[in-house]
């Protein structure tokens, strides 16, 4: 079975400081990976996604991620945050080559909090 | 466009009733449809993949008799919380299918069971 594990359940960092959150997976077939926000209050929202082709995706809000698929890692960065990304950060995959391939497979989460 | 709603944002009942969630897509059609329950500071565990027109499939551990899955049409899906009790509050989260791969998620239900 796949697993996702997120390297940090808590980070907290000043106003302009670059973020780098840890996400690896354990499965040795395609996969499909996604990156998730939840803000305070507020329902799962997509960052990015990767199917295939350049590793390096970029997403919405400035954030991106690289595919390195040598170490099953699929980690997030944004180079300089704002105080609005205090947020909960979920990574997730999928496994499209299984007979289960839609269902989400999701790390622990990583709780963000950006100090003005 | 991707919009999923969900229908109470919060419920509280009493131990031993029943409680029905809605999930709909307002925008799209969704022939599948998951329900996930997270716990406070944890992040979502998949509880069921529920398919229109046929039965859904639960994940290892959940009970079906419990945790009732209906999905009637190509936008809604509902979670029916039979004979409740405290245990079973949670937050409870509904995501929809759309295209081959993507999920678009509902803003979650906060069910308090007293």
């Known amino acids: 079975a796949q697993s996702v594990s997120q390297h940090n359940h808590h980070v907290i960092l000043s106003e302009a400081a670059s973020l780098e959150l840890g996400c690896n997976y354990s499965?040795?077939?395609?996969?499909?990976l996604f990156w998730y926000v939840q803000y305070p209050g507020q329902h799962l929202q997509l960052l990015l996604k990767?199917?295939?082709?350049?590793?390096l995706v970029k997403g919405i809000k400035g954030f991106e991620t690289e595919f390195i698929k040598s170490k099953f890692s699929f980690n997030l960065r944004k180079p300089s945050v704002q105080w609005s990304d205090t947020a909960e950060y979920f990574c997730a995959v999928n496994a499209p080559g299984k007979a289960a391939g839609n269902k989400l497979t999701f790390g622990g989460g990583t709780r963000v909090l950006v100090k003005p | 466009g991707a919009v999923v709603s969900q229908h109470p944002s919060r419920v509280i009942c009493k131990s031993g009733t029943s409680v029905k969630i809605e999930c709909r897509s307002l925008d799209f059609q969704a022939t599948t449809m998951f329900w996930y329950r997270q716990f406070p500071k944890q992040s979502l565990m998949l509880m069921a993949t529920?398919?229109?027109?046929?039965?859904?499939?639960?994940e290892q551990g959940v009970e079906k008799d419990k945790f009732l899955i209906n999905h009637a049409s190509l936008t809604l899906s509902t979670l029916t919380v039979t004979s409740a009790h405290p245990e079973d509050s949670s937050f409870y989260i509904c995501?929809?299918?759309?295209?081959?791969?993507?999920?678009?998620f509902g803003p979650g239900t906060r069910l308090t069971v007293t």
């Open positions: 990767y199917f295939s082709g350049d590793p």
């Open positions: 995501s929809a299918m759309r295209g081959t791969y993507e999920q678009y």
């Open positions: 499965y040795g077939g395609t996969v499909n």
């Open positions: 529920s398919n229109e027109g046929s039965k859904a499939t639960y």
